[in-house]
Each structure stands twice: as structure tokens, then as C-alpha cells.
């Protein structure tokens, strides 16, 4: 699961998330103040297995996603509707531009973590040309950690630590 925004949460449905599971839980998303829940179906391989590997928001307003996900529909739910639409309008209706990578390390230029508006915590082995190529990342303070051994085991910097708002 991936909170967007205030507004927007966006669900992998996949190896271990059913949609009958989101469908049992959608209630108390919305009641926790969301209004619109999308899911997305990519395929069930170790590159795709966790949204985290796939897509991540980088700052309010951009989100950074492999180049194949243009071309997945979501499933959005709201309190009173569903309907289905592609992710990037999705995402753009939620404020979102998308840089789309056509080529990438999954787990080291995908799975970061935000410390706040002008930080990420990434990979030492993220590809730093990704980092240069947006506008809205140029000015980002990066902190690199060295987490190879972690990625071995298939894990990134936010999938091992799911980091989460929290009172």
C-alpha cells in the first residue's frame, strides 16, 4: 500500500493482497479520511512483487514509476463509486506528475525513503543519473546508505523499515 496523499491511497493486489482483502478493509480506509483507493494488478514476478519495487513518491506533486506501469489500469473505489482508469491519469488527477524510467535497478532506484520535503534516504547503488534528469529532484539533499547485503535478500530502504505515519 502506498498513501499518496491525504486523499489517494494507491493498493497492489498481487502474491499476498487479494482484492476480496481490500474489499474487507475499503470501509475503514475511507473512514480514515481518504476518499479514493486504487488498485493496480502488476504481475507476479520477484521485480514486481511489492508496489515499493515499482513506484514511490519522490515529492507532493511527482512520483517515480517504471515505464511499464503507463500502461496498467487501477480500480478506483470511493465511498459511493468504482470505475477503472489508467494509473497516470490517476495520478495526475491526485496532483501527481509521473517521471517514467525506461531503464532502472528495481530495488535501489525505486525503494527510498522521503525524511522530509528536501530529503531521501536511497541506495548507495541507485543510479544517480535518475536523480539528475527531473527538475524536481535536482535540488533534493540525497543521504546514501550502503544497504547491499539488505538487497540481496530482495528488500530496499523502504520496504525493510515500512515507514508509516504515525500518532
Given at each position: 500500500?502506498?498513501?499518496?496523499?491525504?486523499?489517494?491511497?494507491?493498493?497492489?493486489i498481487?502474491?499476498?493482497?487479494?482484492?476480496?482483502?481490500?474489499?474487507?478493509?475499503?470501509?475503514?480506509?475511507?473512514?480514515?479520511?481518504?476518499?479514493?483507493?486504487?488498485?493496480?494488478?502488476l504481475?507476479?514476478?520477484?521485480?514486481?512483487?511489492?508496489?515499493?519495487?515499482?513506484?514511490?513518491?519522490?515529492?507532493?506533486?511527482?512520483?517515480?514509476?517504471?515505464?511499464?506501469?503507463?500502461?496498467?489500469?487501477?480500480h478506483?473505489?470511493?465511498?459511493?463509486?468504482?470505475?477503472?482508469?489508467?494509473?497516470?491519469?490517476?495520478?495526475?488527477?491526485?496532483?501527481?506528475?509521473?517521471?517514467?524510467?525506461?531503464?532502472?535497478?528495481?530495488?535501489?532506484?525505486?525503494?527510498?525513503?522521503?525524511?522530509?520535503?528536501?530529503?531521501?534516504?536511497?541506495?548507495?547503488?541507485?543510479?544517480?543519473?535518475?536523480?539528475?534528469?527531473?527538475?524536481?529532484?535536482?535540488?533534493k539533499?540525497?543521504?546514501?546508505?550502503?544497504?547491499?547485503?539488505?538487497?540481496?535478500?530482495?528488500?530496499?530502504?523502504?520496504?525493510m523499515?515500512?515507514?508509516?505515519?504515525?500518532?
Open positions: 500500500m502506498l498513501i499518496l496523499n491525504k486523499d489517494a491511497v494507491l493498493i497492489n498481487g502474491m499476498r493482497t487479494t482484492l476480496e482483502a481490500v474489499e474487507s478493509i475499503k470501509d475503514r480506509i475511507f473512514q480514515e479520511g481518504f476518499s479514493e483507493i486504487a488498485i493496480i494488478d504481475p507476479r514476478r520477484s521485480d514486481t512483487l511489492h508496489l515499493d519495487m515499482n513506484c514511490n513518491v519522490t515529492n507532493a506533486n511527482l512520483l517515480i514509476a517504471k515505464n511499464f506501469m503507463r500502461y496498467f489500469p487501477v478506483v473505489f470511493t465511498a459511493q463509486i468504482n470505475r477503472f482508469e489508467m494509473a497516470e491519469q490517476f495520478l495526475n488527477h491526485h496532483g501527481f506528475d509521473v517521471y517514467w524510467l525506461e531503464k532502472y535497478k528495481t530495488i535501489p532506484d525505486i525503494n527510498f525513503i522521503n525524511l522530509n520535503p528536501e530529503t531521501l534516504l536511497i541506495s548507495k547503488q541507485a543510479t544517480k543519473q535518475h536523480w539528475t534528469k527531473h527538475p524536481l529532484l535536482q535540488k539533499n540525497l543521504i546514501e546508505i550502503d544497504v547491499t547485503e539488505l538487497e540481496k535478500g530482495g528488500g530496499g530502504i523502504r520496504c523499515t515500512l515507514p508509516l505515519l504515525r500518532k
